[in-house]
């Protein structure tokens, strides 16, 4: 059995992306059904509608998504029908070299659903970060479903599942910050407010948000930035240092993905800090003009972080907790709340940075 919905497919490299029906399998073993109720428009899934993560077309679309457990295959236990899940996109195995070693959020061989979704024609679709949630169902392996407080609003917690948490995890996790911290941000979009606003979690008490647009500032700054920097006006490098004593921050977070913006990174920490590169570059490119020295003689680390380096089941329902509580403000992640065919878009907002996260709303 199988059931057909409507989804948001890429078919080929730069294409506008596309509303038609899907194909769902019932889960298999292993595997779940889930209704999807809310999905966030991430930067990645530009990324792969332009071909820059991979050439595997037809692409299914989304993957920063709350729903509901609708169907299960044999054998899951953990959910069942009728939860209120984030779906995630590091499903550990729990066996791998990194599980086996106690870090299990660098998991190498992480589940995703065995059977494919198609298109009507037997097309066989990737889908986004092996979850593909710009569909009203979508099929993932169970351990990708983390269940939440099913009283949280699904557009906020979705948000969860991919930006928030990357850039939260980016700051928290990965560059370890701490009470008393100096922190920059570089590039403030949805994954870089994820950053400031763990960074303010922390407790760092100077938060530096850099962006090129100023809108993107004055929401940094309601995320808990203490500064702002003006990349278009003020060299943020300089801009930094003099924010900070003139010695740099001790954590430096980059949430856009370009070789210039992290060298800026690179040297606007302070000696022995942290450099955390959250944002996706793409394979061509390279940093250039990097004396080695500078890299030895700075000290420190530099470092990249994938998904925050979270664990799904420790960290959704945390956030989610904190989100109740009102000490993590979600709901002002979601700029607008659009419709299926609405994708396209919502892109376009994204590219103008007009908002942080459009989010598609089932
Ligand atoms: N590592 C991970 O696990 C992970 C997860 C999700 C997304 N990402 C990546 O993070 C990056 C950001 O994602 P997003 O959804 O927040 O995107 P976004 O487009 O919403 O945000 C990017 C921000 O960078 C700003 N910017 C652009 N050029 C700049 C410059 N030269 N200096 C300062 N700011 C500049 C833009 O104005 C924008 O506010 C993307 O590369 C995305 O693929 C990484
Ligand atoms: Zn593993
Ligand atoms: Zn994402």
Redesign the pocket.
């Known amino acids: 059995m199988s059931q057909e919905v409507r989804g948001v497919i890429a078919r080929a490299k730069g294409a506008p992306v596309e509303v038609t029906t899907i194909v769902v399998p019932d889960p298999g073993p292993g595997e779940a059904v889930v209704r999807v109720q809310a999905c966030g428009v ?3 899934d530009l ?1 792969y509608r332009e071909g820059g993560i991979n050439d595997d077309f037809p692409f299914l679309l989304g993957h920063e998504a709350a729903g509901i457990v609708e169907q299960v295959g044999a054998g899951v236990t953990d959910v069942a029908p009728g939860d209120f899940v984030v779906l995630n996109w590091r499903a550990v195995c729990g066996n791998c070299r990194a599980c086996k070693r106690g870090k299990p959020w660098y998991c190498f061989a992480t589940h995703n659903a065995k059977q494919k979704m198609t298109l009507t024609d037997g097309t066989e679709l990737s889908p986004a970060l092996g979850i593909g949630a710009f569909v009203e169902k979508t099929l993932v392996h169970a351990g990708q479903c983390t269940k939440v407080d099913p009283a949280a609003r699904p557009a906020a917690v979705g948000l969860l599942g ?2 928030v948490m ?2 939260l995890g ?1 700051a928290v996790n990965t560059g370890g910050v701490t009470r008393g911290d100096s922190v920059a941000v ?8 994820g950053a400031v606003a763990g960074a303010a979690l922390a407790g760092a008490t100077t938060i530096i948000a ?4 100023p809108r ?1 500032l004055e929401w940094a700054r309601g995320f808990g930035a203490t500064h702002t920097v003006n ?1 278009r006006e003020t060299d ?1 490098v300089e801009a930094i240092r003099e924010l900070t004593g003139g010695h740099g921050a001790d954590v430096v977070i980059e ?4 070789p ?2 992290w060298k ?1 990174a690179f040297y606007a920490r302070d000696l022995a800090g942290t450099v955390v590169l ?3 570059p793409t394979p061509e490119m390279k940093v250039p003009d990097l004396p080695l020295l500078d890299v030895f003689g700075r000290g420190g680390a530099l470092k ?5 380096d979270c664990l799904p089941d420790r960290d959704f329902p945390l956030l989610t907790s904190l989100y109740l509580q009102g000490r993590l403000d979600l709901d002002a992640f979601v700029t607008e709340e659009i419709a299926l065919d609405q994708v396209e878009d919502a892109f376009g907002k ?2 103008h ?1 007009d ?2 996260r459009s989010v598609v709303i089932f």
């Open positions: 991430c930067h990645t990324h991919c930006g990357a850039g980016a570089i590039g403030c979009g949805g994954v870089g407010d850099v962006d090129t647009d993107k990349a943020p949430a856009v993905g370009r210039e913006t800026q959250v944002g996706v990249s972080s994938w998904y925050g994204m590219h940075g908002v942080l």
